[in-house]
């Protein structure tokens, strides 16, 4: 009893430490202030209404929601992809190619941005939303692969054979059986790249132009430029949409469990 009552005490103190930073900055979303401060002097939507207004801070919620959604896209394919493939053990330096994939993962943000830079830039992709794309799904796709290939460890393969022995082509297999029991996994990979594009400043940095700014990248150039409590209104509005995403996928998650 008491050790369990240590593990619940530590457990609550770990989420403490780090839902605090969180709590201490959302409330300032909705100050009538000018500055980042506390008190807060009265309540105000007054930064929401400016992230909605200002060209520069719609823009950049353009501009993340159009990478985000090509990035989710890109990535969740190629992911699951890499995940049915990796399921063949008999496959050659099937470890090695598991390791290529979730490298991105390990390398420094930085020596991947630079990396990126000089590849995109040889193919005339440097300041688009194409290179953009492909630059978050290299660090997105990882994700995928880690939620897909736990997803389809979990699946019988007696349940694929007895598909095939009635006739099923592969084909048909993967889109009758595998899938749809594989889905809970794809749906998780696809919030968790869609979360890490939004999230991505430094790639962002080395391979966007102008144009392309994101909506980390315009916060992150508000913080040097000048500190405003649109900064804790936008951050506000990353952790509702990655709360509601991942609601919809839970719920996603228990429709299809249902269904089988």
Not at 88 to 117: C, D, E, W
Not at 137 to 148: E, R
């Amino acid at each position: 009893m008491p050790m369990r009552l240590a593990r619940l005490a530590f457990a609550t103190l770990a989420i403490l430490f780090l839902v605090a930073p969180l709590v201490a900055i959302l409330p300032l979303a909705f100050t009538s202030s000018v500055i980042l401060t506390y008190p807060v002097p009265a309540w105000s939507m007054r930064w929401f209404t400016e992230l909605f207004t200002a060209d520069a801070w719609q823009r950049a919620i353009v501009n993340s929601l159009i990478v985000g959604t090509g990035t989710t896209l890109l990535a969740t394919t190629l992911g699951t992809a890499a995940s049915l493939g990796l399921r063949n053990r008999t496959l050659f330096m099937r470890g090695t190619f598991r390791t290529l994939f979730l490298l991105p993962m390990v390398v420094p943000a930085v020596v991947l941005g630079v990396g990126m830079q000089v590849l995109l830039a040889r193919f005339g992709l440097t300041n688009s939303y194409a290179g953009v794309i492909i630059a978050h799904t290299v660090v997105a796709v990882p994700f995928v692969v880690v939620s897909v290939t736990g997803a389809l460890a979990g699946i019988d393969g007696r349940v694929e054979l007895a598909a095939e022995s009635l006739g099923a082509s592969p084909v048909t297999v993967f889109r009758r059986v595998t899938l749809p029991l594989a889905m809970p996994g794809v749906l998780s990979g696809a919030v968790l790249a869609f979360a890490t594009s939004l999230d991505e400043v430094v790639l962002t940095l080395f391979v966007a132009g102008p144009n392309q700014r994101t909506l980390a990248r315009q916060m992150f150039s508000s913080i040097r430029e000048n500190i405003s409590p649109a900064i804790a209104a936008a951050a506000f509005l990353f952790i509702a949409a990655t709360i509601l995403i991942g609601l919809a996928v839970v719920l996603s998650r228990s429709m299809l469990a249902r269904r089988r």
